[in-house]
């Protein structure tokens, strides 16, 4: 009995074999501090200058990058003076960082960065971002000498002077580098940070160690926090700031009381009662001598995949009057109106093409565009003049057309969130240049579906893009047009 107990194999072999075996990297990591933070301090200056500009990775990659190095830097910030200034350095450039991420979730980012503030806020930026590679450069010579090493860290200093070269090629304008140069660029860059990990390594094998800095919040935490006060910040900046300042006022119910002969004349011609009475008074004075009245309106519906069931909470209404005169002369109206209930997030949108513009040979420009939004609440009427109306020159580029410099009447304007029946209306003239030319005017209206875009674009940003309908697109562009043949007023009665 005895004989066949201690016979028995305890696997006493195995035991000592595992024993002296490597342990695993997570425990080599929770006992070399020196690495776990080196690595996070590395990793997060790759993903800072990463650009992949599908899936957002260009903002999300850099935000991890960034939390990364505030990881690794607050265990070495005690380690010696140079990684104490950049921890101090980096405290302040978080700020920057955070302050650039929730500015990119209202509209105008793009301006503000042209103003004196934000080229002061840029031009600390890269300041700050040249200080953090000097710290490291310096700080892992400070290191490798208490270890017992040569001071030499020429990856550090290579770092430096690669990025100082990256942002003296942008100074100079330089937006885009062809493939000769952009491989060996990304050579030397790989080349910089395998020699700064082999910096790291070597210190590791030197014995070198460190005692992390204490701190209250563990990093996971942190990292969390972090993650999610940015989340939070970028909508609550989204749904704050999205819309454009307009100037809302009361209409006065008063003011048709001087035109009220001239709107029932129109009536009688046609002019939709609903549209004639958003019309603002001088609109309407303009139309005194009326000829006859031409209508076109229709609904749409706001959704790439649509059928015959599908809501149609737009109608967009066009009205042409034809005005008397020797020349023939016509004033175009193109009036568009939301159902109650619809949503509005951020801006709208719309472009012309008129046709002085599109068909300069046949029409010819009679006077500038002018119009107002409109809204109900509680009973009340309040409008208000377009953020922006007038001829504006744009780039557009697409895979048909190629790149192309396009000059169009354009409006920027916001709606109210608790805004009922929201419309408005543009009008314009036009006069005849030759005869025998067809009346053939658009409008092109964009209507914002998302809640947060990011970063934030106008629907007039949207629309110079030349971007279209699809799924995954944060605007929806309507096109809707007048379309006729103006026969003249004679005793002929020819077309």
């Known amino acids: 009995m005895e004989e066949n107990r201690f016979d028995q194999d305890f696997g006493l072999d195995r035991l000592l074999e595992e024993g002296l075996r490597a342990p695993p990297e997570d425990i080599v990591q929770a006992v070399a501090p020196w690495r776990r933070a080196m690595n996070r301090i590395l990793t997060g200056l790759v993903l800072q200058g990463l650009t992949l500009n599908f899936w957002n990775l260009n903002y999300l990659l850099p935000a991890v990058g960034h939390i990364l190095l505030l990881l690794g830097l607050r265990a070495l910030r005690r380690e010696n003076g140079f990684f104490r200034f950049w921890w101090y350095a980096f405290l302040f450039q978080t700020g920057e ?22 080229l002061v806020l840029s031009g600390a930026g890269l300041a700050l971002e040249l200080v953090q590679f000097l710290c490291l450069w310096q700080g892992l010579r400070a290191v490798r000498r208490q270890a017992g090493l040569a001071p030499g860290a020429g990856s550090g200093l290579a770092l430096l002077l690669f990025n100082a070269g990256v942002m003296l090629l942008a100074a100079t304008g330089l937006e885009e580098i062809g493939w000769v140069f952009f491989l060996p660029i990304l050579a030397i860059y790989i080349c910089i940070i395998r020699g700064l990990y082999k ?15 204490p701190v209250r919040i563990p990093d996971g935490v942190l990292a969390l926090v972090l993650a999610g006060g940015l989340a939070a910040g970028i909508a609550a900046v989204s749904l704050s700031f999205s819309r454009l300042p307009m100037d809302w006022r009361p209409v006065d119910p008063a003011e048709h009381s001087q ?12 002019f939709p009662e609903a549209v004639l009475d958003d019309l603002l008074p001088e609109d309407i004075l303009a139309c005194d001598k009326a000829l006859r009245v031409v209508v076109e309106e229709s609904g749409h519906s706001v959704t790439v995949t649509w059928d015959e069931n599908t809501p149609k909470p737009l109608t967009i209404t066009h009205v042409a009057v034809e005005l008397a005169g020797e020349q023939e002369q016509w004033r175009v109206f193109h009036h568009f109106s939301w159902k109650t209930g619809s949503r509005f997030y951020g801006t709208e949108a719309f472009k012309l093409w008129t046709p002085y513009d599109y068909m300069a040979e046949g029409w010819s420009k009679a006077s500038d565009c002018a119009g107002r939004v409109l809204y109900d609440r509680d009973g009340s009427v309040f409008w208000s003049p377009y953020y ?13 057309f190629g790149t192309q410099t396009t000059s169009d009447p354009l409006a920027s304007f916001s709606f109210p969130r608790n805004g009922e029946r929201c419309r408005g209306y543009v009008t314009y003239e036009t006069a005849e240049a030759q005869d025998g030319w067809v009346m053939n005017a658009w409008i092109n209206y964009v209507h914002c579906l998302n809640p947060v875009i990011y970063p934030a ?13 699809g799924s995954g697109q944060p605007f929806f562009q309507v096109q809707d047009a007048i379309q006729f043949y103006p026969w003249t007023v004679d005793e002929e009665g020819v077309f």
């Not at 302050?99 to 209202?106: D, H, K, P, Q, V």
């Not at 009220?260 to 009688?268: E, G, H, I, P």
Request: net charge positive; glycine share 8%; hydrophobic share 40%.
């Open 388 to 400: 922006s109306l007038g001829a504006e020159t744009y780039t557009t580029t697409s895979m048909f």
């Open 457 to 469: 674009m106008t629907a007039r940003e949207w629309q110079m893009t030349g971007a279209w309908n």
């Open 259 to 270: 035109v009220l002969d001239t709107k029932a004349r129109l009536q009688r011609l046609g």
């Open 97 to 118: 960082w955070a302050f650039r991420i929730f500015r990119l979730a209202a509209p105008g980012w793009r301006e503000f960065y042209q103003t004196p503030p934000g």
């Open 199 to 213: 910096l790291s390594r070597e210190l590791d094998e030197a014995g070198y160690n460190i005692q992390p800095a």
